[in-house]
T-cell receptor
Framework: QQQVKQSPQSLIVQKGGISIINCAYE??????FPWYQQFPGKGPALLIA?????SEKKEGRFTISFNKSAKQFSLHIMDSQPGDSATYFC?????????????FGKGTRLHILP | DGGITQSPKYLFRKEGQNVTLSCEQN?????MYWYRQDPGQGLRLIYY???????QKGDIAEGYSVSREKKESFPLTVTSAQKNPTAFYLC????????????FGPGTRLTVL
């Protein structure tokens, strides 16, 4: 119940295309869903996050779509660029206690073809 | 510059030796975390600390130890009891254990020879 399942494991997209990464969770107590971006040899950095009171959040070319009934959320990268090539992690947090740990997905390695 | 620093960036050790990884933050954050990253495994929590002189085990604490004597410092010791220590280690911090956003350091790649 504490898992966050992320797919695909790797993704190749042409420059200008839309990159889509999906995550699913079981614990309905989760109430915070961030996406982290990690470049090779660097630490992850928060990219965008959503709470379940909205179905979509957009920041520039990055959009999170959230489906509470299906317990799924996804990251869409519009007009994908070579500089977007990185590993992306979805995550979830929340529960009875606010000190519950963040649970990370296993990551998606995204490669944008120039 | 505010942020989290980890040193060294690359670390090599011989099998059977203990090694300590450094993590320092000047963000005035109360909570700090250590994660281990392996290819295809995502981020797994080793230890975390809510406040100075306090720390709790995460999901994979066996073979590791930590201390939190100062607010800004949270060193991780990889002991010889850790059976597969070769990995990328990430330190993170957050304002408190109750806040959502974690800020990560640049990581230390440990290789056991």
């Amino acid at each position: 119940q504490q898992q966050v399942k992320q797919s695909p494991q790797s993704l190749i997209v042409q420059k200008g295309g839309i990159s889509i990464i999906n995550c699913a969770y079981e614990n309905t107590a989760f109430d915070y869903f961030p996406w982290y971006q990690q470049f090779p040899g660097k630490g992850p950095a928060l990219l965008i996050a959503i709470r379940p009171d909205v179905s979509e959040k957009k920041e520039g070319r990055f959009t999170i779509s959230f489906n509470k009934s299906a317990k799924q959320f996804s990251l869409h990268i519009m007009d994908s660029q070579p500089g977007d090539s990185a590993t992306y992690f979805c995550a979830a947090r929340g529960g009875r206690n606010r000190d519950d740990k963040i649970i990370f997905g296993k990551g998606t390695r995204l490669h944008i073809l120039p | 510059d505010g942020g989290i620093t980890q040193s060294p960036k690359y670390l090599f050790r011989k099998e059977g030796q203990n090694v300590t990884l450094s993590c320092e933050q000047n963000l005035n954050h109360d909570a700090m975390y250590w994660y281990r990253q392996d290819p295809g495994q995502g981020l797994r929590l080793i230890y975390y600390s809510q406040i100075v002189n306090d720390f709790q085990k995460g999901d994979i604490a066996e073979g590791y130890s930590v201390s939190r004597e100062k607010k800004e410092s949270f060193p991780l010791t990889v002991t010889s009891a850790q059976k597969n220590p070769t990995a990328f280690y990430l330190c993170a911090s957050s304002i408190s254990i109750n806040t959502d956003t974690q800020y990560f350091g640049p990581g230390t790649r440990l290789t056991v020879l």
